[in-house]
Nanobody
Framework: QVPLVESGGGSVQAGGSLRLSCAASRSTGSYGVMAWFRQFPGKEREGIAT????????YYVNSVKGRFSISRDNAETTLYLQMNSLKPEDTAMYYC?????????????????WGQGTQVTVSS
């Protein structure tokens, strides 16, 4: 069983919105922290938003702060990334990830559970 499955990617024009979902095969409450990463072609995967599961505290990198919002549902089955005011430079493959560590982090090596990714393409 795939532990994390992303969906919601697609093509949108600049200024538009998308909501990515990450369905978990087990309760998200069993993780310490979850995050969204993105990867540009030929580049390393970079973390953009993270949420501490127990407290709901979030952290965003500057490039998405004020435009993107990470959240999880009350049923503890799904992680979301609401993306507004999308720009062409947001075009990338987006991944959700989960970890048992009890603190906010956007370091990829801290995460041991990953989804397969969903492509987001923003046209100008």
């Amino acid at each position: 069983q795939v532990p994390l499955v992303e969906s919601g990617g697609g093509s949108v024009q600049a200024g538009g919105s998308l909501r990515l979902s990450c369905a978990a095969s087990r309760s998200t409450g069993s993780y310490g922290v979850m995050a969204w990463f993105r990867q540009f072609p030929g580049k390393e995967r970079e973390g953009i938003a993270t949420i501490r599961i127990t407290t709901g505290v979030t952290y965003y990198v500057n490039s998405v702060k004020g435009r993107f919002s990470i959240s999880r549902d009350n049923a503890e089955t799904t992680l979301y990334l609401q993306m507004n005011s999308l720009k062409p430079e947001d075009t990338a493959m987006y991944y959700c990830a989960a970890s048992g560590v009890p603190f906010l982090t956007l370091i990829p090596s801290r995460y041991n559970t990953w989804g397969q990714g969903t492509q987001v393409t923003v046209s100008s």
